[in-house]
């Protein structure tokens, strides 16, 4: 049973976490996997907590900010 596990940045609505583990699903159904046997599961995780490039993502946010 194929679990999808997918980190990003807290703040999005619910509407678009549905929005895309529904375009999700259906690249699993276009490939005869079942959606009954997949399971997504989203973790949001603070901006303080991501670093892209060895830098800190909330130190590039500021700065793009000014």
């Known amino acids: ?3 999808v596990k997918i980190d990003i940045l807290e703040g999005r609505t619910n509407e678009q976490k549905e929005k895309l583990a529904k375009s999700i699903m259906q690249a699993f159904e276009e490939n005869q996997i079942p959606k009954e046997w997949v399971t997504i ?3 949001e995780n603070p901006v303080e907590n991501w670093a892209v490039a060895g830098d800190m993502l909330s130190e590039k946010i500021k700065k793009e900010k000014k």
């Open 1 to 3: 049973m194929p679990v």
């Open 41 to 43: 599961m989203f973790n």
